[in-house]
């Protein structure tokens, strides 16, 4: 009998509130749409994505330096970290094997140094011995060709000897860093077996992962800039390579070197790299004028014949503006003063007061 008498005293009450709230939802919409909307000009403007990532310098390659042929490895002075300049001797090489080479290519070049003197000495008897008509042409220039032959033998015992001399010194090729050391002073050591690994002083470039849309537009010739995280002046930087490879985690390797010269930088060295992407034409349209419905974007633009709303592609924000990629026109009136209640002036038609 209470519940029942309660419920008596409710219903007036809801048949009273849901025509007046309805009422007043129909006016306000109508008293909203009624007026004269509040309108801008889509304008175009250039804009220019920047995209930013954390970078590090790392090296482009690391070179090893092998053991050219087998032998004792000594004079080893150098340890990681250790910076050298190019020609610099790192190491040499020692033991039997390097002493028995050695030997044979000093007796070859002897031996090439005699066989040049007789056929030197031949060559002037006989041209005496022609000038005596006691030879003949064919006699000279035989033995013209035995000293050309010898001279050819003993370069080629010199360049053996040279070579051989060059291996049994360890050679930096290029200017750079020891970055770890395969093998140790006193070691016998084969040939091509690895003695140290480095670095070379100009082999550093900027490693930045990207990730998104933009990353399509990022290719080799793109510049930007380098901050580096512990402080000091940024460096200018252009794009050398793109890696082409989406990684699990979406993002794209990009390498970038400097544009000027080669900068003080260090290998390990964190920052974040801004890029300049190529200037796009968008237009812009103020950032509250944009209605989301069901995921879309929309916005409602004046024209002649009525207002009607149009679906857009927002793109980046500056200010109070938001930049579309796609959707509308230059010079397109649209309507930022009461747009989303004009998008939905039709919601009275589908309201109905919850119970």
């Keep these: 009998m209470t519940h029942a008498k309660h419920s008596s005293r409710r219903a007036p009450r809801r048949r009273f509130y849901r025509p ?7 006016s306000a919409v109508v008293c909203a749409c009624a007026q004269s909307p509040e309108t801008i000009t889509s304008r175009s403007v250039s804009y220019t994505p ?6 590090q310098v790392v090296p482009i390659a690391t070179i090893p330096i ?10 080893l002075r150098v340890v990681p970290g250790t910076r050298f300049r190019a020609g610099q ?15 044979q290519d000093r007796a070859n070049l002897r031996s090439a140094r005699a066989q040049l003197y007789a056929a030197q000495k031949s060559l002037a008897i006989q041209k005496q011995q022609l000038r005596a008509h006691l030879s003949t042409r064919q006699t000279v220039q035989m033995a013209s060709s035995t000293v050309a032959k010898a001279q050819a033998t003993l370069d080629n015992a010199q360049s053996q000897l040279s070579a051989v001399r060059r291996m049994a010194a360890i050679i930096a ?21 690895p003695i140290l690994t480095f670095q070379p002083s100009r ?10 849309t933009d990353i399509t537009s990022i290719h080799p010739g793109v510049t930007g800039v380098f901050q580096p995280s512990s402080g000091g002046p940024s460096i200018p930087v252009r794009v050398r390579a793109v890696s082409g490879v989406i990684a699990p985690n979406g993002g794209e390797s990009v390498f970038l070197a400097p544009i000027h010269t080669a900068p003080q930088w260090l290998s390990g060295t ?34 002649p014949h009525g207002d009607r709303p149009q679906q857009v592609t927002p793109g980046p924000a500056h200010g109070f503006y938001t930049y579309l990629t796609r959707g509308i026109a230059p010079g ?5 003063d009461n747009a989303y209640l004009l998008f939905h002036a039709d919601i009275t038609d589908h309201f109905e007061i919850p119970d």
């Design 66 to 75: 092998n053991a050219p042929q087998e032998g004792v490895l000594t004079h």
């Design 20 to 26: 007046l709230l309805a009422s007043i939802l129909i």
């Design 203 to 212: 082999g550093l470039w900027l490693r930045a992962t990207y990730y998104g």
């Design 89 to 103: 001797i790192l190491a040499t090489l020692t033991g039997p094997s390097m002493q028995n080479l050695l030997l």
């Design 332 to 336: 397109t009136q649209v309507i930022v």
């Design 173 to 193: 090729p290029s200017a750079g860093t020891v970055l770890a050391l395969d093998s140790s002073s006193g070691e016998l050591v084969a040939a091509n077996q």
């Design 270 to 303: 964190f920052g974040s790299v801004s890029l300049n992407l190529p200037t796009r034409q968008m237009i812009a349209v103020p950032t509250r004028a944009l209605i989301l419905n069901h995921g879309t974007w929309w916005v409602m633009v004046h024209t």
């Design 50 to 55: 920047r995209l930013r990532a954390y970078a």
